[in-house]
Nanobody, 116 residues
Framework: QVQLVESGGGLVQAGGSLRLSCAAS????????MGWFRQAPGKEREFVAV????????EYADSVKGRFTISRDDAKNMVYLQMNSLKSEDTAVYYC?????????WGQGTQVTVSS
């Protein structure tokens, strides 16, 4: 069992930056593929970024590529999402995800609001 708690969301002006954090509790954190997803009002949850268990490989949605960076610190059981050059369309609830098949865990989410 893995529990995930996101933090770092808030209100920011367009062009600004935020860093989201995800604290994970449980065993074998370093074995999990970690990701960030988001859900805007009236829309389905969508993929944002993912990082491999080793931390060597990352992937990003085209909409955030070049602006967002995902990273992990296995010593602290933490995953981060650095978000730069934020746009109004980045407004959403951001969710942390931990995946180690067949297990799939989600946090409660943190709200990010970008004002234009």
């Amino acid at each position: 069992q893995v529990q995930l708690v996101e933090s770092g969301g808030g209100l920011v002006q367009a062009g600004g930056s935020l860093r989201l954090s995800c604290a994970a509790s449980g065993h074998s954190f370093s074995r999990y593929i970690m990701g960030w997803f988001r859900q805007a009002p009236g829309k389905e949850r969508e993929f944002v970024a993912v990082i491999s268990s080793s931390g060597d490989t990352t992937e990003y949605a085209d909409s955030v590529k070049g602006r967002f960076t995902i990273s992990r610190d296995d010593a602290k059981n933490m995953v981060y999402l650095q978000m730069n050059s934020l746009k109004s369309e980045d407004t959403a609830v951001y969710y942390c995800n931990a995946r180690l098949m067949p297990y799939d865990y989600w946090g409660q989410g943190t709200q990010v609001t970008v004002s234009s």
